[in-house]
């Protein structure tokens, strides 16, 4: 049968003893006194069934059997040494986020590069599935999250406040006159957010199943078809200024409705005093103080246009 391993205390001062040549150098290295560093030895010559040092009076001296292990876990040990400082290297030089799709496109990744100047030695990997990552058992450091703010075990900081409203391109702003117009035409985007903004716009029994819309998982996509002219989506004004700003995109009607989940930068509770962490937060809060984060969370403002 094949042995099984030693306890790791027992090897680790096997392997500082055999590396120093020395039970009392040893002990300083691995904060031990002398007795234990022995103490621990002799454990593992028990359990082994040989010698692996002879104690002299002055020096303890490898064995045969000591010296052919003595290498094997010296570089084991060194091997262990170097993975953890590359882990180690990687959390400090790399921030990991993840973000759905239509925000990292539209409002992260348009700015990300001047957070990457600002910090030149960090370097940033972002992904954009729309699977929910488990923050506190991955690899990523942060993500952009929509809901309440509330996830067991992460920190929450409001981001942005999920708006929707219809937009268009400017070809078809002729055909819109009242909100009812829009019933004319080809809708893009959730059903809900359709129903919630007519009700805003005075048209709660607005009939939406006579020219049902597209639904598109998405919500960037919608936006594309609408630029493209193919008809009115219902989506943020925030994560669509820019298009909104060049005139690509237009907002006809003023009404604005909000969704009852807003956006929120997470991370888990246990490493709020990460270095990169605090940085890219106090980064990305600034910058959404001057993108749409001048709005509160919800319970924090005037409820008057919330859905």
Same mark, same amino acid.
């Given at each position: ?5 030693? @306890?790791?205390?027992? %090897?680790?001062? #096997? ?22 560093? @022995? ?60 973000? /759905? ?35 506190? =058992? ?15 075990? /992460? ?6 406040? =999920?708006? #929707? ?27 809900? !957010?359709?129903?919630? !903004? #007519? ?27 609408? %630029? ?5 989506? %219902? ?44 940085? #890219? ?27």
């Amino acid at each position: 049968m094949a042995l099984s391993l030693p @306890s790791l205390s027992a %090897i680790r001062a #096997f392997e500082a003893a055999a590396r120093l040549r020395s039970f009392t150098r040893a002990a300083d290295e691995l904060h031990m006194t002398q007795a234990a560093v @022995s103490y621990q030895i002799k454990q593992l010559e028990q359990r082994l069934g040989f010698s692996l040092f002879e104690r002299q009076p002055r020096q303890v001296v490898l064995t045969a059997a000591g010296q052919r292990l003595a290498p094997v876990v010296i570089d084991a040990f060194k091997q262990l040494q170097s993975a953890f400082a590359q882990a180690v290297d990687r959390a400090e030089t790399e921030l990991a986020i993840t973000a /759905l799709p239509t925000i990292a496109a539209t409002w992260l990744v348009p700015r990300l590069g001047a957070f990457q100047l600002a910090h030149p030695k960090l370097a940033v990997r972002l992904d954009t599935g729309v699977p929910l990552v488990d923050l506190a =058992n991955s690899d990523f450091d942060v993500g952009i999250r929509i809901g309440a703010g509330q996830w067991p075990g /992460l920190h929450a900081d409001f981001l942005l406040p =999920n708006l #929707f409203t219809p937009l268009c391109s400017p070809a078809l702003r002729i055909q819109l006159r009242t909100p009812r117009d829009l019933l004319g035409l080809p809708r893009f985007g959730r059903e809900r !957010w359709w129903r919630a !903004w #007519f009700a805003l716009a005075g048209l709660p029994d607005a009939d939406l199943g006579a020219r049902p819309g597209v639904e598109l998982d998405i919500e960037q996509h919608a936006v594309t078809a609408a %630029i493209a002219g193919h008809g009115v989506a %219902i989506s943020s004004p925030v994560l669509f200024a820019p298009d909104l700003a060049a005139g690509r995109l237009l907002q006809p009607f003023d009404t604005v409705g909000r969704d009852d989940r807003d956006y929120w930068l997470a991370y888990p509770a246990a490493r709020q005093g990460s270095a990169k962490i605090r940085a #890219f937060r106090e980064w990305l809060l600034e910058q959404a103080a001057v993108g749409g984060g001048e709005i509160q969370p919800r319970g924090k403002r005037d409820g008057a246009r919330a859905i």
